[in-house]
C-alpha cells in the first residue's frame, strides 16, 4: 500500500525538479566554467525536458496520475524558464522611434507570448511523454518502444546539433553533445538487448528446453 508520505513526495518533487531545471538553462547560460557550461547545454536540450516528463510517467501511481504530473511539471519549468530570462534581462529592449536618449524596457508581450507557447506545447507533450513512462514500467516487449522513447528523441537531437551547431558553439558543446549522444546510443543497445534477452527467456521454447 502506497502511504500520503510517497505520494506527496512524487506529486511536490516532479514540479520542484521542474523548476531547478527550468531555472538552471538560463542560470548557467553565461557560466565561464566549462562544467557549467557543459550543465546549461544538458539541462537546456528537449531530450533532457522529455526526460524529466518521462520520468514524472514512472512516478506516477496511475495513467492518469502520469500524464498530469508530466504536464504540470513541464509547464512549472518553462515558467521558470522565461521567469529566470525575464530577470536577466533577456527581454529587455529600447524603442527606436524614441526622440530622446533612449530608455530600456521589458518586452511583456514578448515575454508572454514565449511563455504561453511553451506552456501550450507542454500541455500537448506532457500527456504524451507522462503516459510513455507509465507504460514503459512494462517490462515485456509492448513496453520497449516506450522505453526507447528519450533515448532516440536523445540521438536525433545531438545529432542534429552536432551536424549543424558544434563547429560555431566551441569544443565544450562539441564534447558535451557527442558523450550524451554516445550515452544514448549505449541505452538504447542495452535496452533492445536485455527486452531480446528477457522476452526468449519467457518464451515457450526455452521453457521446454530448459526442461528437457
Not at 524614441?98 to 507557447?117: E, I
Not at 512494462?138 to 551536424?163: C, K, N, Q, T, Y
Request: with cysteine.
Amino acid at each position: 500500500m502506497i502511504s500520503w508520505r510517497s505520494r506527496a513526495v512524487t506529486i511536490i518533487g516532479g514540479p520542484a525538479i521542474g523548476i531547478l531545471i527550468g531555472a538552471l538553462g538560463p542560470l548557467l547560460m553565461t557560466v565561464d566554467n566549462p562544467i557549467g557550461h557543459a550543465t546549461h547545454l544538458a539541462v537546456s536540450g528537449g531530450w533532457s525536458w522529455a526526460a524529466l516528463a518521462f520520468a514524472c510517467g514512472i512516478a506516477g501511481k496511475s495513467k492518469v496520475e502520469s500524464a498530469i504530473l508530466a504536464t504540470v511539471t513541464l509547464v512549472v519549468a518553462a515558467i521558470s524558464y522565461y521567469l529566470i530570462k525575464v530577470s536577466r534581462g533577456e527581454f529587455t529592449t529600447v524603442d527606436p522611434n524614441s526622440l530622446s536618449v533612449a530608455t530600456p524596457y521589458v518586452s511583456w508581450a514578448d515575454f508572454l507570448s514565449k511563455t504561453f507557447f511553451w506552456c501550450v506545447a507542454a500541455c500537448i507533450l506532457g500527456p504524451v511523454l507522462g503516459l510513455a513512462g507509465r507504460l514503459a514500467k512494462d517490462r515485456r516487449l509492448h513496453g520497449l518502444p516506450f522505453r526507447l522513447l528519450v533515448p532516440l528523441v536523445a540521438i536525433v537531437e545531438m545529432s542534429e546539433r552536432l551536424r549543424l551547431e558544434a563547429s560555431l558553439q566551441g569544443a565544450v558543446a562539441y564534447i558535451t553533445w557527442s558523450a550524451i549522444l554516445v550515452a544514448a546510443i549505449v541505452a538504447t543497445v542495452v535496452l533492445v538487448g536485455r527486452a531480446i534477452v528477457a522476452s526468449r527467456a519467457k518464451s515457450p521454447v526455452t521453457q521446454v528446453r530448459h526442461r528437457g
